[in-house]
C-alpha cells in the first residue's frame, strides 16, 4: 500500500540549529510531492512543493526540501531554525491518480 | 474570492445520529478530498474524487459516506456506524493532473457525546 513516512514524531532544537526533517514515499510511480506546516491554532500552509525539474526546491521561510527519487524521499532542510518556527510538519504525496497522502506530522519545538 | 468553504466549523452530535460536513468550493476543481485530523495520526484520508458522480475510499472509509453530484460540492456524511467519529475534518481540492496543488478548507470540528 502507498505510504507516507515521517521518521520524526518530535523533534526539539534550539534556535539557530539546523533542521532536517525526514520524510519517504513507497510508491513507485510518478508523485507530486509537498511539504506543509501548521503553526499552534492554524490551519494548514504550503511550504514548497516539488513537481518537476531541480529536485532542491525552495519554499517560505528559508525552508528548502530535496527530492531524491533513488531513495523516494523528500527531507525538509533548514540552515538555522528560528523560535517562530515552532510547529507540526506535515509531508504529503500526489500520487499519478490525484491520491494524496500525508505523514503523521513531525511536532517540531524550538527553544528560545 | 475562490476558495473552499466547510461548514458548519463546530458542530455536536448525539451518538447513533448521522450527521453531514458540508464541502464546497468556486476553484472549478475536479478533484475533492475528506481527510480526517487527530493528534498524532496527521491526515488521514477518508474519501476522494476525482470527478463529478465519480469517488474512491481513502485509507479509513468505514463509517464514512460523500456524494459528489456537482463538480463544487462534496459533502461527508459521518454515520452512526462510525466508530470514533469526534475528530477534525477538512476538505480539499486540486485541480488534478499534474502540477496539482491542494487547497484546503478551514476545517470543521465534529463532536460526538
Known amino acids: 500500500a502507498q505510504s507516507v513516512s515521517q521518521h520524526n514524531h518530535h523533534v526539539i532544537l534550539s534556535e539557530a540549529a539546523s533542521l532536517e526533517l525526514g520524510c519517504n514515499y513507497s510508491?513507485?510511480?510518478?508523485?507530486?510531492l509537498f511539504w506543509y506546516v501548521q503553526y499552534p491554532g492554524q490551519h494548514l500552509q504550503l511550504l514548497l512543493k516539488y513537481f518537476s525539474g531541480d529536485p532542491l526546491v525552495k519554499g517560505i521561510k528559508g525552508f528548502e526540501a530535496e527530492f531524491i527519487k533513488s531513495k523516494f524521499s523528500f527531507n525538509l532542510r533548514k540552515p538555522s531554525v528560528q523560535w517562530s518556527d515552532t510547529a507540526e510538519y506535515f509531508c504529503a504525496v500526489i500520487l499519478e491518480y490525484d491520491k494524496i497522502i500525508f505523514g503523521k506530522g513531525t511536532r517540531l519545538h524550538i527553544l528560545p | 474570492d475562490g476558495g473552499i468553504t466547510q461548514s458548519p466549523k463546530y458542530l455536536f452530535r448525539k451518538e447513533g445520529q448521522n450527521v453531514t460536513l458540508s464541502c464546497e468550493q468556486n476553484l472549478n476543481h475536479d478533484a475533492m478530498y475528506w481527510y480526517r485530523q487527530d493528534p498524532g495520526q496527521g491526515l488521514r484520508l477518508i474519501y476522494y474524487s476525482q470527478i463529478v458522480n465519480d469517488f474512491q475510499k481513502g485509507d479509513i472509509a468505514e463509517g464514512y459516506s460523500v456524494s459528489r453530484e456537482k463538480k463544487e460540492s462534496f459533502p461527508l456524511t459521518v454515520t452512526s456506524a462510525q466508530k470514533n467519529p469526534t475528530a477534525f475534518y477538512l476538505c480539499a481540492s486540486s485541480t488534478g493532473g499534474s502540477g496539482n496543488t491542494i487547497y484546503f478548507g478551514e476545517g470543521s470540528w465534529l463532536t460526538v457525546v
Open positions: 510508491y513507485g510511480g510518478t508523485v507530486n
